[in-house]
């Protein structure tokens, strides 16, 4: 038991070349793809060595088992909506209404888990079996919340004293779990519950940003006209 429980902890090894890379991103694409079809405990390494058109011994070059698997997974789900994110850099998205700002970046996540849907499938299979994965979920989730909180330090505060941190940890993971949330519904609910999702971070940002405030005002009126 203690020699399967140190195999599982265990991360793959690194290509070092071109061709291994290639390998891994292939038993990677193949177990998103089987992980999103019939689940993480129905998909077996041979079954994912198949998929990929590699023999398993090669697979297990890289991967010493499924578990190993589904964190590498996991570390390029966070990986690949990170860059995402950043696509706007600080300093544009600085200049954005709030409106604007929280519409964009809603969006890039509430699509990233659309097109992505092994992310949300194998997470909640798991989750509570496999502390290794909430490790790279928890860091990944710190990582996103500090740049989150220099983003936000680039904005005029109504305050003069704001824990800009505290904010971008309230709305990442209130607004990150509603998504979650609901992921799980069925798809004209989901579109609902993405715009209150929406007006929920809107709110909470106006609170703290004057800014935000007279471009909400601007955005209404020129909408509605001017009494």
């Known amino acids: 038991m203690s020699t399967d429980s140190s195999r ?6 690194k290509p070092v ?10 038993i990677l694409d193949a177990a998103e793809d089987l992980f999103s079809l019939r689940g993480y405990i129905a998909t077996t390494t041979k079954e994912i060595a198949i998929q990929a058109q590699i023999p398993i011994g090669s697979l297990y070059q890289f991967f010493p088992n499924k578990a190993a698997i589904v964190q590498a997974l996991f570390v390029r789900y966070n990986d690949l909506l990170h860059q995402q994110l950043a696509l706007f850099n600080h300093e544009e ?3 954005l209404p709030l409106s604007t700002l929280v ?3 809603t969006d890039i996540c509430v699509q990233f888990f659309l097109e992505h849907p092994g992310y949300y499938k194998v997470f909640m299979e798991v989750q509570g079996l496999m502390p290794e994965l909430e490790k790279i ?8 919340i500090q740049e989150f909180a220099m983003l936000l330090k680039q904005r005029e505060a ?6 800009y941190e505290a904010i971008a940890f309230v709305l990442s993971k209130v607004s990150g779990q509603l998504i979650w949330i609901a992921l799980s519904q069925e798809e004209r609910f989901q579109q609902q519950l993405f715009a ?4 929920f971070s809107l709110s909470y940002l106006q ?3 004057s800014s935000g405030l007279k471009s909400a005002n601007n955005t209404y009126e020129s909408d509605h006209g001017s009494s």
């Open 196 to 199: 209150e999702i929406k007006r």
């Open 93 to 95: 998205l600085a200049e």
């Open 17 to 26: 070349q071109a061709r291994s890379q290639e390998r891994v991103n292939r």
């Open 137 to 144: 979920e928890d860091a990944a989730d710190a990582k996103l």
């Open 158 to 163: 109504i305050q003069e004293e704001v824990d």
């Open 103 to 105: 519409d964009k970046l």
């Open 8 to 13: 599982t902890s265990r991360m793959p090894r």
């Open 207 to 209: 609170s703290y940003f």
